[in-house]
């Protein structure tokens, strides 16, 4: 098996900056562009025939997903984006039940269920923000809890661990979850947790480029939503299965992308070689070296160093003029919040956090 230190060398972008940003957009792997452009050429000479071949790849990505994460391939949907599955679920889910959120969670999470009227309460982000997502459900009888299990802005972690705890304390709570920012950097098990729904957009620490996510469901979650989305792909293009369609293929009403969901089926190959598990051991080991670099240089949030687990995210302050000066040293971050976002996968490595840190340290304000 390669060393993990190996792959970075297929991401020709991390020979030219310091690429910390997979928070926005994972990076181009240059065996999947390869791949990429064989799937054009083969529409180009091939057409429909190809096309109609390469269907294949939509079953063949369900079952990987599977694979990685622990759910059978019938319970997986294909969505373009994580955003559009969930706003197909809530058209599903009675506008009567009791919502818990996160306040500051990732728009896409938060923004469906206040434009639907839901009766909504929102639990702090903090050190304790697990023990007021509990208080809060209890007090209030909350049906559905939302949330991302990795925060955009700061990298704050709800592990799956306590998700299982709160479905054994509470097992008709409906959990939903955005995985976006957690799967491809940590490892998972759907069916062995409390998880209800679990969403992903692709193009982040998956590394699938844009256009191709999925939704797993668990049991609970196909009695307690009604689906009416519908079209012809999700009949498997038979006329008379209109009402006959499963609740996966209720998320897929229309034609999906081969080369975009090829795209992500071949990008979680390229993580299965490396090892889901080796990839989190050398993820969280990473994330411990980052804690203790911006512990000691005084930039890291002290409610999130209060915290044992913590997610491939770090937020710190910006005094003015360093989100600049990181660019001009070709330092690849974003603005978040009140400060400066960076995220650390697989590709990176301990040379890319002393980088930052000796331009964070030598940093002076003008």
């Known amino acids: 098996m390669k060393p993990i230190s190996s792959f970075r060398n297929h991401f020709p972008l991390l020979t030219q900056s310091t690429y910390l940003n997979t928070a926005a957009w994972g990076l181009l792997h240059e065996d999947l562009l390869e791949w990429r452009q064989e799937q054009d050429l083969d529409y180009l000479v091939g057409g429909s025939d190809y096309k109609i071949e390469s269907l294949a790849l939509l079953d063949q990505t369900r079952e990987r997903l599977g694979a990685c994460f622990g759910c059978p391939g019938q319970r997986i949907a294909l969505v373009p984006n994580f955003s559009l599955g969930l706003n197909l679920l809530l058209e599903g889910l009675p506008r009567h039940q009791k919502v818990v959120l996160l306040e500051g969670d990732y728009p896409s999470v938060n923004w469906p269920f206040e434009s639907r009227g839901y009766p909504l309460r929102y639990a702090k982000l903090g050190a304790g923000v697990e023990e007021e997502l509990r208080g809060l459900i209890r007090e209030w009888g ?134 889901l598990d080796r990839v989190e051991t050398y993820n969280r080991e990473l994330v411990s070296k980052v804690r203790a670099t911006f512990a000691e240089l005084g930039i890291l949030d002290p409610e999130l160093e209060q915290r044992e687990a913590h997610g491939t995210i770090f937020n710190i302050p910006d005094p003015g003029g360093l989100y600049k000066h990181l660019r001009q040293n070709d330092v690849v971050c974003s603005r978040r919040g009140q400060g400066i976002r960076f995220g650390f996968h697989c590709y990176n490595s301990e040379a890319d956090l002393g980088r930052l840190a000796d331009l964070i340290r030598n940093y002076r304000p003008s």
Do not use: C
């Open 142 to 275: 909350a049906e559905v809890l939302a949330l991302s299990l990795v925060q955009w802005v700061n990298g704050l972690l709800i592990t799956p661990a306590f998700l299982k705890e709160l479905k054994q304390e509470f097992p008709d709570l409906l959990i939903m979850a955005d995985g976006t920012q957690f799967l491809g950097a940590f490892t998972h098990d759907f069916d062995a947790g409390g998880i209800d729904i679990l969403g992903a957009s692709g193009y982040k620490w998956l590394l699938g480029g844009n256009g191709n996510g999925f939704v797993m469901h668990s049991q609970l979650a196909e009695a307690r939503i009604d689906l009416r989305s519908s079209g012809f792909n999700a009949s498997g293009g038979d006329l008379a299965a209109r009402d006959r369609i499963s609740f996966a293929r209720r998320l897929e009403p229309g034609h999906l992308d081969t080369l975009n969901f090829g795209s992500l089926h071949f990008s979680l190959g390229l993580l299965q070689d490396l090892g």
